[in-house]
T-cell receptor, first 115, second 113 residues
Framework: GAGVSQSPSNKVTEKGKDVELRCDPI?????LYWYRQSLGQGLEFLIY????????KSGLPSDRFSAERTGGSVSTLTIQRTQQEDSAVYLC?????????????FGDGTRLSIL | GDSVTQMEGPVTLSEEAFLTINCTYT??????LFWYVQYPGEGLQLLLK?????DKGSNKGFEATYRKETTSFHLEKGSVQVSDSAVYFC????????????FGTGTKLQVIP
């Protein structure tokens, strides 16, 4: 489809395991964002990519979290040694540019559950 | 820093009732303002936006007016439907090297027949 695609849609894993979450943005969108949405909470900004570089990683909650983007397209968010508090929905968004009037287009998210 | 404050939910309305969801913001400069909607199990979708003072965004019967004097962007709809049941997020966006978006905590709307 033409929208932002995230995979997997659901992930259940044991505490201490590593997980990788994937985001495929809309073709041609140079900006890519990762957010975390915990139950009953708003969106927590994690990281922003412009092309393959990440000018703002300020939202990553700990050094267990990392992300990369290759070819100016697909991005992977990796969580190492998962903890129960990492359980949340991880949303990816992309936008055509960085002007403030450009809306972000969201994927359906990955629901991560840590047992 | 920037912030967005929304009325707390959940909001429960009967079908065809009038909807208002309040949103106020704090930001420097001249941000763009958005309403996003999230249906169960899905990501956020842009509902409407306004990019300067006194602009009115509208879509699917929803409206919101950018009020700089009251720093508000309240969402309204004259007659809600069951299919409008969702979580609504108010957001502001500023350009500061990149598009920095601040979201409110969301307001859950439930419309009952």
């Amino acid at each position: 489809g033409a929208g932002v695609s995230q995979s997997p849609s659901n992930k259940v894993t044991e505490k201490g395991k590593d997980v990788e979450l994937r985001c495929d943005p809309i073709s041609g969108h140079t900006a890519l964002y990762w957010y975390r949405q915990s139950l009953g909470q708003g969106l927590e900004f994690l990281i922003y990519f412009q092309g393959n570089s990440a000018p703002d990683k300020s939202g990553l909650p700990s050094d267990r979290f990392s992300a990369e983007r290759t070819g100016g397209s697909v991005s992977t968010l990796t969580i190492q040694r998962t903890q129960q508090e990492d359980s949340a929905v991880y949303l990816c968004a992309s936008s055509l540019g960085t002007e403030s009037n450009q809306p972000q287009h969201f994927g359906d998210g990955t629901r991560l559950s840590i047992l | 820093g920037d912030s967005v404050t929304q009325m707390e939910g959940p909001v429960t309305l009967s079908e065809e009732a009038f909807l208002t969801i309040n949103c106020t913001y704090t930001a420097t400069g001249y941000p763009s303002l958005f309403w996003y909607v999230q249906y169960p199990g899905e990501g956020l979708q842009l509902l409407l936006k306004a990019t300067k003072a006194d602009d009115k965004g509208s879509n699917k019967g929803f409206e919101a007016t950018y009020r700089k004097e009251t720093t508000s962007f309240h969402l309204e709809k004259g007659s809600v439907q069951v299919s409008d049941s969702a979580v609504y997020f108010c957001a502001l966006s500023r350009s500061g090297g990149y598009q920095k978006v601040t979201f409110g905590t969301g307001t859950k709307l439930q419309v009952i027949p």
